[in-house]
């Protein structure tokens, strides 16, 4: 084991050095200024090593419906420990635990939901997310396993649609997973809407659109361009539904169809790829990005969002999160935007913009061209 107070690593950098001397961390504690900043970099810390205990604090108030409860008015601990039916004790620490997450608050003996924990179930998608998470955290229980590779994640056969159009053969599936990713999809959209203005556009072709939520939200945004969903054939009825309930069916053709057998329709000037390519390996990117080439006219626009790395700048949500997510479905990876830059350019596209994102956990936007 290193000890820290006596080893002397020569390639270390010099403020690593100094976080492993224990004699820089006792006098950090005695100087007032510093004292503040030691004590600042333990919380964080200390929240990395006890995040795990966190997230399943939330799952139980998740799972007990005590959120739910909560938004009917202010409740006893009594009253929520008898509806979840958890003994008293147990539900004082979880409740302290949801108050310590700003999740809840108590005044007075009564419990009530504060803005964050309101924030938690109105945010679509996040509740079913959190409600998914058993799945990520067994595949998680033995890290080292995971990493090395030694197990066989069960999140890769969560959402076996990123096989191909044989893995969505299951109507009952594609619907699990459509519901997942539609929730969110009202965020994502208007993100990518606030950064990329489509109003210009002729034709738009959402590939791997799902139950067509950006589509829906491009066509409330846009009254112009006409719209183009493309996606397997078992995801495409949702599509239908969705187009009918928001009055822009006689604006969308619906072509059912997989990117992987078979170029991609032509006809569109911009087309669009909203969360897809994480979910695929570089070689089937390499492979859609070039297809998405063919089917555009010159001048033609391709856009791209979805979570991204931070590459150089690493980011919390998306490379500990999205990364590790995308490692245990195991088919994808979660790419930064240089990554996402060099697939576009050898693919033959220029005018490369990296948009960023307002919430990178939510999405990151890229745009290109295909040269006139
Ligand atoms: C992660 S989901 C994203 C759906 C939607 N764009 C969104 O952001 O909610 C990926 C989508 O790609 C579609 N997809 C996967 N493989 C495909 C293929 N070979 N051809 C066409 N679509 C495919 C899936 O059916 C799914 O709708």
Redesign the pocket.
């Known amino acids: 084991m290193l000890k820290a107070s006596t080893a002397r690593p020569s390639g270390l950098g010099f403020a690593a050095r100094l976080g492993l001397s224990p004699r820089f961390h006792a006098i950090c504690a005695r100087i007032p200024g510093l004292k503040h900043i030691a004590r600042a970099e333990g919380r964080a810390l200390f929240d990395i090593v006890s995040g795990f205990v966190q997230s399943q604090a939330l799952l139980a108030l998740v799972e007990l419906r005590v959120l739910h409860r909560l938004t009917e008015g202010p409740l006893p601990a009594g009253d929520l420990g008898a509806f979840a039916r958890v003994a008293p004790q147990p539900m004082a620490v979880l409740l302290q635990a949801g108050a310590a997450l700003g999740l809840m608050r108590q005044r007075r003996g009564l419990w009530r939901l504060t803005t964050r924990g309101a924030a938690f179930l109105a945010v679509p998608g996040l509740e079913a997310m959190v409600r998914h998470h058993p799945v990520l955290y067994r595949d998680l229980a033995d890290p080292v396993a995971f990493f090395r590779g030694e197990t066989q994640p069960e999140l890769a056969g969560f959402w076996p649609?990123?096989f191909?159009?044989g893995g969505?053969a299951d109507p009952a599936l594609a619907a699990r997973y459509s519901e997942l990713?539609?929730d969110s999809?009202g965020l994502?959209a208007a993100d990518t809407l606030a950064l990329v203005d489509l109003s210009g556009s002729q034709r738009i072709m959402?590939?791997?659109?799902?139950t067509g939520?950006?589509l829906a939200a491009v066509g409330a945004a846009c009254r112009g361009p006409e719209l183009v969903l493309?996606?397997?054939p078992a995801?495409v009825p949702a599509a239908k539904a969705r187009f009918a309930a928001s009055g822009i069916d006689p604006r969308v053709t619906i072509l059912p169809?997989?990117?992987?057998s078979g170029p991609l329709p032509e006809g569109a000037d911009t087309i669009s790829l909203?969360?897809?390519l994480y979910?695929h390996a570089d070689s089937t990117v390499a492979d859609l990005l070039a297809k998405a080439f063919q089917a555009l006219p010159p001048g033609g626009r391709l856009v791209i969002s979805e979570p991204m790395s931070g590459g150089d700048h690493p980011d919390r949500a998306t490379d500990v999160y999205f990364s590790v997510y995308t490692l245990a479905m195991q088919t994808g990876r979660t790419r930064s935007a240089n990554e996402i830059t060099a697939l576009l350019g050898a693919a033959g596209f220029a005018d490369i913009k990296n948009y960023g994102g307002f919430r990178p956990f939510v999405t990151s936007v890229m745009t290109a061209r295909r040269p006139i």
Request: aromatic fraction near 14%.
């Open positions: 649609y990123v191909g159009a969505v990713m539609a999809q994502v959402d590939v791997g659109g799902g939520a950006f493309f996606d397997l995801v169809g997989s990117f992987r909203v969360r897809v979910d």
